[in-house]
């Protein structure tokens, strides 16, 4: 799939308010990492830093890798200024420079929905060989748009990907934030900005 200039795309200044409304817009995903008591976690595609400058904040040793020079750099530079405890290095997703178990959880927010089925299941291998856990997040096709060349897909499709995989967990998460009222507001008026997250256990 085409991708696209991740540099641009993340190029601004991360500032405290922005970080924190993306905390929110994000909770049940990132509740689940924390309820699952890491000590130490990766995060792929770190984009601006929003995820992992968080989590660092809550004590956790976070670490975040991405292929892209230009996005390192200005996530660095956001970590440095939201005085974040965020590691980062760069590397690739497909063969990640660590050793087995070198973290308790790996998690992701809006990167599986750039790759192909075959590909998402090789990423996940891969991520299973590092991390005894994966806890991920995804835009569904009840999303506001997809300016970013996103594959918008429903919980359904996502579990068909999945399935091979041991699923702890599998769910919409957006506001409203109970998944029976977002299923009503999705048929009664396509309601949009809804999340997918799940959780998949080696």
């Not at 996502?158 to 998944?179: A, H, M, Q, T, V």
Request: hydrophobic share 35%; aromatic share 12%.
């Amino acid at each position: 799939m085409g991708h696209p200039e991740w540099g641009k795309v993340y190029g601004a200044k991360l500032e405290l308010g922005e970080l924190i409304d993306h905390a929110y817009s994000h909770k049940p995903y990132l509740l689940e990492i924390w309820n699952s008591g890491p000590k130490k976690i990766l995060e792929i595609g770190v984009g601006g830093g929003s995820t992992s400058i968080f989590l660092s904040y809550l004590g956790i040793e976070t670490h975040a890798i991405d292929n892209d020079p230009n996005v390192i750099k200005k996530s660095q530079e956001n970590n440095d200024n939201l005085k974040g405890g965020l590691k980062i290095k760069e590397g690739d997703a497909f063969k990640l420079p660590y050793e087995d178990d070198s973290f308790d959880i790996i998690c992701h927010q809006g990167f599986f929905e750039h790759f192909e089925n075959n590909d998402i299941q090789k990423l996940i291998k891969e991520q299973l060989r590092v991390a005894s856990r994966i806890v991920f997040s995804v835009p569904t096709k009840f999303y506001l748009s997809n300016a970013l060349g996103e594959r918008l897909l429903t919980k359904e499709q996502w579990e068909s990907i999945l399935k091979d995989f041991k699923i702890s967990k599998s769910s919409y998460y957006g506001r409203p934030r109970n998944e029976t009222l977002i299923k009503r507001a999705m048929a009664a008026v396509g309601w949009k900005n809804i999340y997918y997250y799940a959780v998949i256990d080696r």
